[in-house]
Nanobody
Framework: QVQLAESGGGLVQAGGSLRLSCAAS????????MGWFRRAPGKEREHVAS????????NYADSVKGRFAISRDNAKNTVYLQMNSLKPEDTAVYYC???????????WGQGTQVTVSS
């Protein structure tokens, strides 16, 4: 079982940037698809970005395209989410996930809070 630990969240003003990290432990995630999801207050969890094991395919929610970028460093067993031009509507708890495919995530982190002030 892989353990995922998110970090890098915090409070930022609109227009600012944050970089989230997801460090995996327990086993290598080099063969896993990885994803970032978020849950805003009163809303359901939604997909933000995902990346295949090789990094060859990256998918983004329409709401973050052009602003967010997912990447991975398999040597460090870590996945990142660079978030630029943040908006108040990006405020949410952000979760990292691992899975066999880009559409089947089975392991989840505890989440990190991102708050964007207007």
């Amino acid at each position: 079982q892989v353990q995922l630990a998110e970090s890098g969240g915090g409070l930022v003003q609109a227009g600012g940037s944050l970089r989230l990290s997801c460090a995996a432990s327990g086993r290598s995630i080099s063969s896993d698809a990885m994803g970032w999801f978020r849950r805003a207050p009163g809303k359901e969890r939604e997909h933000v970005a995902s990346i295949t094991w090789s990094g060859g395919v990256r998918n983004y929610a329409d709401s973050v395209k052009g602003r967010f970028a997912i990447s991975r460093d398999n040597a460090k067993n870590t996945v990142y989410l660079q978030m630029n031009s943040l908006k108040p509507e990006d405020t949410a708890v952000y979760y990292c996930a691992a899975g066999r495919t880009i559409t089947a995530f089975s392991n989840w982190g505890q989440g990190t809070q991102v708050t964007v002030s207007s």
